[in-house]
């Protein structure tokens, strides 16, 4: 059964935007701090950015200020604004959903991933 699911992803050249969408259950969404993480041809999956149930957002310095998270609750729908998109934003992009965190239910769900490519 597939949880989240994924689209937006494409070829952009240097300096554009695209926007990620993943579209969960309501069940998933409502308790689950919401995520992207991406993964670049042999490297590691790292952190891209997420946003609590709650609506706090959390980036790390190398899309701070050019990328975006939102949710919507009634769509049960994360979206990810990226603008001034580099070269090396180039990798999957993997949508994450961390139900009921901080508890011993703790659930982790992946989407399939999304190709984003920039060109220079």
């Known amino acids: 059964q597939v949880q989240l699911v994924e689209s937006g992803g494409g070829l952009v050249q240097a300096g554009g935007s695209l926007r990620l969408s993943c579209a969960a259950s309501?069940?998933?969404?409502?308790?689950?701090?919401m995520g992207w993480y991406r993964q670049a041809p042999g490297k590691q999956r790292e952190l891209v950015a997420n946003?609590?149930?709650?609506?706090?957002?959390n980036y790390p310095d190398s899309v701070k200020g050019r990328f975006t998270i939102s949710r919507d609750s009634a769509k049960s729908t994360v979206y990810l604004q990226m603008n001034s998109l580099k070269p090396e934003d180039t990798a999957v992009y993997y949508c994450?959903?961390?139900?009921?965190?901080?508890?011993?239910?703790?659930?982790?769900?992946w989407g399939q991933g999304t190709q984003v490519t920039v060109s220079s």
């Open positions: 994450n959903a961390l139900r009921r965190p901080g508890t011993v239910y703790s659930t982790n769900y």
């Open positions: 309501a069940t998933i969404f409502r308790d689950s701090i």
């Open positions: 946003i609590s149930s709650g609506g706090a957002a």
